[in-house]
């Protein structure tokens, strides 16, 4: 059938119109134009199966924002973050944020704080790598010593960590993880590091089971580690979930620049920083800790804006309704935000725990809220992916891994609580998870059963 707009088309109803009488294009961009009210019902009704956000208990991401948010982000559509001569209020919201976090992670001069808006965690941490890099490379140039053979050391770091050090040619050095360890642990360091580590990434909410790694006492061991052999290895905090936590709900945690062998700190503005989704942040000690080198300046309103971005263009919205978060929230805000979330997650460690089947890994309290668990027993009739497949049949997404870098391959399960996962939600997940197991134990319910017929 041929598609051609006819008047008469002009008037049909959305699902009677041309565009709508055939699966929608693939391979081929349409020859003709088409209504904007029928493309926009098509698309929506498509993207309508992605599922419903707020079962995906995978994502740390947002997935609910307030109306106003939507409002900012729409009348700025058009703004484009690198334009600091066009746009100079969206350059300075940048920088506000940028002052706010240096302060709410105590750098010691905040109001001369560097950082800035990356388009989330992943590109911060290329920053800082190659921040990293850059100063033991001066270093080492500097003291005629070769400096050619880069390693940088952690635990069981996202993929972001892989992929800087592949980009850019530095030695990954993941420490295996300790049976029962939720991440790195600061004695495991010694045997890592040497003169050619460019630095030592932290975790502030490892990915796979939410913990925190113990930022403190790693520091306190490459003291030792200096004292003992003179090597000065600086601290990069992966603060990607944790870094909108912490500060809020574990206020005496001391994680951040307070520990000065903390260099620099990334974010991500879209997890637990509750902006939408397309901002983090990355914010270093003192202006010493980013080489010169890697930073353009730009010039605009008089002043020198300098920038350090993988991207050129990029969206100033996201940006803006950071900004609006911090000031529509506030700490106080923040606080009540993240103590339900964690809360919630409490209440889903605990309602697992009841079952008798899991084991917690992590049990929702004192880190990111979110709970991982393992099987209790080995020899349940199924795994952990079974019970991700059961649980899928309604809906709900709770993922299944491999822990990386765990000598035995422990598998677990991980729930993540975040803003706009209600106590409700999370209620009616765990009345799932009981049908779950049942399921999997004695098999689905016979068709009699399921009615209550009797005979
Ligand atoms: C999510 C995450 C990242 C990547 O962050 P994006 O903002 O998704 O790019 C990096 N590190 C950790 C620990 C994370 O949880």
Known sequence: MALHKTERDRFADVYAAPLSRQPLPRFRMPQWSSDPREVYELVSSELALDGDAAQNLATFCTTWSEPEVHRLMNENIDKNMIDKDEYPRTAEIESRCVHILAHLWHAPHDHSAVGCSTTGSSEAAMLGGLALKRRWRERRIKAGLPADRPNLVCGPVQVCWEKFARYFDVELRQVPLE????????????????????????????????????????????????????????????????????????PDLVWDFRLSRVASINASGHKYGLAPLGVGWIVWREPSCLPDELV?????????MPTFALNFSRPGSEVIAQYYTMLRLGRDGYRAVQQVCLDTAAYLADELAATGRFTLVHDGRGAVPGVSYTLADPAEPFSLYDLSDTLRMRGWQVPTYPLPAARDRTVVQRALIRHGVSRDRVSLLVADLRWALSRLTTGPASPARRTGFHH
């Open 179 to 250: 049976e029962g360890a939720t991440g790195l642990r600061p004695h495991q360091l010694r045997e890592h590091v040497d003169e050619n580590t460019i630095g030592v990434v932290a975790i502030l909410g490892v990915t796979f089971t939410c913990a925190y790694e113990p930022v403190a006492e790693i520091a306190a061991e490459l003291d030792a580690v200096e004292r003992d052999t003179g090597l000065d290895v600086p601290i990069h905090v992966d603060a990607a979930s944790g870094g909108f936590v912490a500060p809020f709900v574990q």
């Open 296 to 304: 353009f300046q730009v010039d605009y309103l008089g002043g020198s």
